[in-house]
């Protein structure tokens, strides 16, 4: 903890706000130190949900878990600007897809905090869904760090790895199901202190690119799908970025280098991958990409392991 600059208050007070930069680095390192490589994995599973705070409160009395889901990929835009938290519902397929990441301004590893979310999320699920159904399959952007089938085995679901979004797939019917402690007032009541308390005003740049990351990695990144993210036309959105001094084309290559940099690290992940992951057409694109950012080629800069972004 003092190596990571945390304060012992944060262990015990569900409603402290931590430095997420301070969270991300500290579980990457307890993983060495303990040489667990799942380390995540062992704390969600060890967490009581009851010390989660108000969102679990909130999440109990909803009207349904897909009301709760949605809740909570709004309280994670309220408490950290860092946090991308998204569902995308596909009627045709009755499937919903629960996308995570975490855009830090710094460069560290973020597996186990993206272990270690995705799983206290199936860990509230199987305490507050329907009994009969669980998750349907789970996705991770990083490299297995034990056996998959250790993964699997974990979640009772198929578990892919190297894939371009950490993501979670529900059934659709299932989250729509009503919720047995549904409570309409208290709900409400809940819900709104929760949001109203924690509500802070965050920069539009740093949304922007959050969503420019996220249209990245799922391979949407078209400037008319980020304007429709913001109800806007194309123009109208390419007006209001020029007054924040941005460029959608800048905050792609700015997205692509800071993802780039994070992926390198990884060295179990191929550089075919990354390229078709970042949304290249080929690996040659990617090269003269990394040339231009860090003046070496991927090869050489993933044997430096100087991948800053400064």
């Not at 995570?100 to 999320?121: F, K, P």
Request: charged letters at 20%; hydrophobic letters at 45%.
């Amino acid at each position: 903890m003092a190596l990571c600059k945390l304060e012992s208050d944060w262990l015990v007070n569900a409603e402290k706000l931590v430095p997420l930069a301070l969270v991300v680095e500290a579980l990457e390192q307890a993983a060495q130190v303990c040489q667990l490589p799942c380390i995540g994995l062992y704390m969600a599973e060890a967490r009581r949900l009851d010390d989660i705070g108000d969102i679990f409160r909130v999440a109990r009395v909803a009207p349904t878990f897909l009301d709760a889901l949605q809740d909570f990929c709004e309280y994670c835009q309220i408490i950290s600007p860092a946090i991308c938290a998204v569902l995308r519902i596909d009627e045709d397929r009755d499937r919903v897809y629960f996308y995570l990441d975490i855009n830090l301004d710094i460069q560290v590893t973020i597996v186990q905090i993206i272990e270690y979310a995705i799983s206290l999320s199936c860990k509230v699920y199987q305490a507050l869904g329907p009994p009969d159904s669980g998750p349907e399959a789970i996705c991770f952007r990083h490299s297995p760090r034990v056996n998959t089938l250790d993964y699997a085995n974990y979640f009772g679901v198929p578990v892919s790895f190297r894939q371009s979004l950490n993501a979670v797939e529900f059934k659709l019917g299932a989250l729509r199901r009503p919720m047995p402690s549904y409570n309409y007032a208290m709900y409400f009541q809940l819900r709104d202190k929760l949001m109203h308390t924690r509500r802070q005003v965050h920069r539009f740049e740093q949304d922007v690119r959050n969503q420019v990351r996220l249209l990245i990695l799922m391979s949407e990144c078209h400037l008319d799908t980020l304007a429709q993210r913001y109800q806007l036309h194309a123009r109208t959105f390419q007006r209001q970025l020029a007054r924040a001094g941005l460029t959608f084309t800048g905050l792609v290559d700015a997205a692509r280098k800071q993802l780039f940099s994070e992926m390198v690290l990884d060295t179990r992940m191929g550089f075919g991958v990354i390229s078709q992951a970042l949304g290249y057409a080929n690996q040659s694109t990617l090269h003269k990409a990394c040339l231009r950012w860090f003046g070496m080629t991927p090869r050489e800069l993933r044997k430096s392991g100087k991948t800053a972004l400064s």
